[in-house]
């Protein structure tokens, strides 16, 4: 009975009661199709817990990610896509870049084997200079898209050697290569060669930390996504405050410039 006692956390209960009460408010209107979530703090999550190595955060942000995937699907999102790793992070610290990379192996291929991912047959896709990434890495991802591919109920994209403008830059290029007549060229066929082709644009785009800006992150495809900055480090982003990006989202009236 001690035990018990002493392992009796008041703020569970109001946590508890509040995310239920979020959930009500959110659940009987419609969510968004399309998520995006630019994960960012982990590096300051690890100082701020002092964890020693600032690297250490990205192992509690892989953590958070995997309960956010569950959240996601749970309010009948369709479509979450995630900022893991820009072009530019391949200029940090080798160790941290080795220790990344590794990360993103093992958790490719963990994908493969995930049982929920088959339950509810769940596109795995990356986006990005995937070339660009170590062969090891190209393979995990390999597998895990190879062993998703026919599925269409939901999808998962991860932007992973990605920059807004090298979409932009390949997306052009390609066109060139293809000889499009400048005519024929529109939004409909621009958005065929950007890495996101045959996906809709994300309705809302949250970003962690607290930092206010995009960083090149979909730069075409959120001309008319919702922003929601959370001030919070991501491995700190809980269930309340995905039910309250999801609850200014739906208080948004979208006119999409008309």
């Keep these: 009975m001690l035990k018990t006692l002493m392992k009796f ?5 109001v946590y508890n009661i509040y995310s239920h009460f ?3 408010q959110i659940k009987h209107k419609n969510p968004p199709h399309h998520i995006a979530i630019i994960m960012d703090g982990n590096r300051r999550f690890a100082e701020q817990k002092r964890l020693g190595e600032r690297s250490r955060g990205h192992d509690f942000g892989v953590k958070k990610l995997k309960e956010i995937v569950q959240w996601v699907w749970d309010a009948n999102i369709e479509v979450l896509t995630i900022f893991a790793f820009s072009n530019e992070n391949m200029s940090r610290p080798k ?3 080795d220790k990344l990379m590794e990360l993103f192996r093992n958790n490719f291929l963990e994908l493969v084997d995930t049982p929920e991912i088959h339950q509810h047959k769940i596109k795995v896709k990356a986006i990005g200079r995937i070339d660009s ?3 090891d890495v190209q393979e995990a991802i390999k597998k895990a898209e190879n062993a998703t591919k026919s599925y269409t109920n939901r999808l998962f994209q991860i932007a992973i050697g990605y920059a807004g403008r090298s979409e932009l830059i390949d997306a052009i290029k390609g066109i060139i290569k293809d000889g499009v007549p400048a005519t024929d ?3 409909d066929l621009v958005h065929k060669y950007l890495y996101t082709s045959g996906t809709n644009d994300p309705d809302l785009i949250i970003r962690t930390s607290g930092e206010e800006r995009l960083s090149g992150f979909l730069m075409w495809q959120s001309a008319y996504s919702e922003l929601y900055f959370a ?3 991501f491995p700190s982003f809980r269930k ?3 039910w309250r990006a999801i609850r200014t989202f739906q208080s948004r009236d979208r006119r999409f410039g008309k």
Excluded: H
Excluded at 9 to 13: C, E, K, Q, S, T
């Design 22 to 24: 979020l959930w009500n």
């Design 240 to 242: 309340i405050d995905l």
């Design 231 to 233: 001030d919070v480090f």
């Design 133 to 135: 990434l170590p062969a």
């Design 95 to 97: 160790a941290e870049v």
């Design 9 to 13: 956390d008041p703020r569970n209960i």
């Design 185 to 187: 060229v529109n939004e």
